[in-house]
């Protein structure tokens, strides 16, 4: 499904992704891990398409497609969803607006007719209750004064209204009680089948009790320097990334 | 002839024609002040940024009498505000109130010429409040205004009574033939415990170029209630100054909200007077431009009394070469003690040719006020851009949904669902967009 080839990247002048390789099939969770500023987030960025990122060198492949090509808009067209770790709010907008706008859009992209007031109602209904989410929260503005679950929470729910192919959860645990991971987390998973895939970044193994990867990586320094089963993201929380550090370092 | 000529031929047939009246010492003292100070140049500290006699020194017609004619039913459903059917629709054309076009159906509602109103029960209201504008407004456009007032109406609303219909007024020049020049004056008096919603517009039928020059002077009084709502989006040939003067001079609650979507030159003056203890005022302001248009609003709020509270709020969206000019003043008197008055401009800035002038300025000489006053300029947020076209939305979809988002808290102030969805078309339709 993505195929990721010596992927380079930098904001400014600053280098960030040093050479990633990384393949995702369909039916796949994948965890990036790794410390503070090793590249995870910029990961996801590039790869939604944040215009910040410059890319320097490599390839991306998306279902057959050159992923890096693609505007933003294009991608989420052909199924990427990026949740984002700091969601935006926007005052003035409603919840409700927006992701009507969004769903017709990416309808549009792929062919389909858009949803009228009635059929779009009804999808919606279906996504509130999958992910737990309130009427009354999507009929604010968009993120205005929602605590840090609730945002999270609309994130998913977005996820799940767009139905995308692979799902990027930007550290979506961060700042969040376990609670709140949990709601998340399962939100995710009723959204999980062997046609899509989950590209989870995160700092802490927390979250992967709850979403469980097939494969974990370590991001280091702007490449991905291990890479094992579930077990790994379980060593790391248990010797920390001090232990990464030294055997890249031994190697190097 | 030039207009200046124009209007000084035009002023000497009516005073020797109509012979002398109660208005007549007010006109005459308008007209020496016309004499006196002319049009504003960009020399005169409150026209800094807005050239407006450039345009007025065009050749205008101004014989409204004579051309009022040629507007039909099919101009005038045009411009007609939703809901017309249930409302008293002022129409004025060419600055002169037409009997004829214009519909009253609240029996609580009196509209009548100026005129007519200094020699009934109305003369002593008339000739107290007729003219207080210029007060504040000291050039030479509210001059020449007030020169001819006795052709303007006087609007009066019973005390105890709701108008239940609202009141619609229509400006409609007709350019067919000539530029014109128009005058349009109306005093507005709320009498106790009244209340009345109005809603106003434009259009200038026709391709020559248009001059609207208006005064409207709002009197409430205690208890009274007063919505304002004036809906801007007039041909690009259109220019006009228009003065709104509102005096509290009872307890009272005032709404106003002033959308600019259109014209050429544009500006407005809002003054509110609060002159009683305990009055409250909300004062909105949406500019929305593009092409060339000049929209300039320059608003007064007076804090005569103690324990007055005002709220301002003018957001604006400036394309392509346009330019907006925002200019608020708050003065809090010395017996304005417990005073609270809000102002806030923010402004979007949409193209590298577009500009804004915005200049808060407060002005307070009572020592235990709370006063505010902010003004920002920036443009469209990219992360969250970026956020929206993360999630599918097109470039021109996401700029259009920023953009509403960032107006509504300005749209929601139009309290009448037919006037709301009236502008919210207008704005959809500026934005490319489909309202649900």
């Known amino acids: 499904m993505l195929s990721i080839k010596n992927l380079q990247a930098r904001i400014e002048e600053k280098q960030i992704l040093k050479g990633i390789n ?32 410059e890319v320097t060198d490599g390839s991306v492949e998306f279902l057959g497609k050159d992923l890096l090509e693609l505007s933003p808009e294009e991608r989420a067209g052909e199924g990427i969803f990026l949740a984002f770790q700091y969601p935006v709010e926007i005052p003035g907008l409603t919840t409700t607006n927006f992701i009507k706008t969004a769903v017709n859009e990416v309808r549009k992209y792929r062919g389909q007719e858009p949803y009228d007031a009635v059929q779009f109602l009804k999808l919606m209904r279906e996504k509130m209750a999958m992910v737990e989410i309130n009427q009354s929260l999507l009929s604010r503005s968009l993120n ?81 320097v291990k890479s094992g089963t579930k077990e790994l993201a379980l060593e790391l929380e248990e010797r920390g990334y001090d232990f990464i550090k030294n055997e890249v370092g031994q190697e190097a | 002839m030039n207009t200046i000529e124009t209007i000084k031929e035009r002023y000497q047939q009516l005073q020797s024609n109509n012979g002398s009246s109660a208005l007549t010492p007010i006109e005459q003292n308008a007209f020496n002040s016309f004499n006196t100070l002319g049009v504003p140049t960009v020399k005169h500290e409150e026209w800094k940024y807005t050239r407006i006699s450039s345009v007025f020194n065009k050749e205008y017609a101004f014989n409204p009498e004579n051309l009022s004619s040629n507007i039909t039913q099919k101009d005038l459903d045009a411009i007609r505000f939703p809901g017309y059917e249930g409302a008293n629709e002022l129409v004025f054309v060419n600055g002169m109130y037409s009997s004829q076009l214009s519909i009253i159906r609240s029996e609580n509602l009196t509209v009548i010429s100026l005129e007519e109103a200094t020699k009934n029960e109305y003369r002593e209201l008339v000739l107290q409040h007729l003219g207080h504008s210029g007060k504040y407004i000291k050039d030479g456009l509210n001059a020449l205004n007030t020169a001819f007032a006795a052709e303007g109406v006087f609007i009066h609303v019973k005390k105890g009574n709701i108008v239940e219909h609202p009141v619609y007024i229509y400006n409609i020049v007709d350019a067919k033939t000539n530029n014109i020049l128009s005058q349009p004056r109306t005093l507005i008096y709320l009498a106790q415990n009244a209340q009345v919603i109005f809603a106003e517009t434009y259009a200038t039928i026709g391709k020559s170029e248009s001059f609207i020059n208006q005064v409207t002077e709002i009197v409430v009084e205690q208890d009274a209630l007063l919505e304002y709502y004036r809906i801007q989006n007039d041909a690009s040939h259109a220019n006009q100054v228009n003065t709104t003067h509102i005096r509290q001079i009872g307890k009272s609650l005032v709404n106003t909200v002033t959308v600019s979507l259109d014209g050429g030159i544009v500006r407005n003056n809002l003054n509110i007077a609060m002159e009683a203890e305990h009055s409250e005022s909300h004062f909105y302001g949406l500019y929305f431009l593009k092409g060339n248009t000049h929209v300039d609003n320059h608003t007064v709020v007076d804090n005569v009394k103690p324990h007055c509270e005002s709220n301002e709020l003018y957001k604006g969206v400036v394309d392509d070469s346009s330019t907006a000019v925002f200019n608020g003043k708050i003065f809090v008197q010395k017996d304005a003690q417990k005073t609270n008055a809000y102002q806030s401009n923010k402004n979007l800035l949409l193209s590298n040719d577009a500009s804004v002038n915005t200049k808060p300025q407060l002005e307070i000489f009572a020592d235990d006020v709370k006063c505010s006053h902010g003004c920002t300029v920036g443009q469209l947020d990219e992360e969250a851009f970026f956020y929206l076209r993360s999630r599918g939305v097109s470039e021109k979809a996401a700029k259009s949904l920023l953009i509403h988002a960032f107006a509504v808290d300005i749209l929601e102030h139009i309290k009448p669902e037919k006037v709301r969805a009236y502008v919210d078309q207008l704005i959809a339709e500026r934005l490319g967009v489909e309202l649900d």
């Open chain 1, 144 to 224: 205005e004064g929602f605590s840090g679950g609730e945002k999270k929470r609309n994130e998913i729910f977005q996820m799940a209204m767009l139905e995308p192919k692979l799902a990027i959860l930007d550290e979506t645990d961060s700042g969040l009680d376990i609670d709140a991971i949990r709601i998340v987390a399962n939100g995710v998973n009723k959204l999980r089948s062997k046609d899509n895939a989950v590209l989870v970044v995160t700092h802490y193994q927390r979250l992967l009790d709850y979403i469980v990867p097939d494969f974990v990586h370590v991001l280091y320094n702007g490449r991905i």
């Open chain 1, 22 to 53: 990384l393949d995702i099939k369909a039916g796949e969770v994948h965890a990036i891990m790794g410390p503070n500023g090793s590249g995870k987030s910029t990961l996801a960025s590039v790869l939604a398409g944040r215009p910040e990122y």
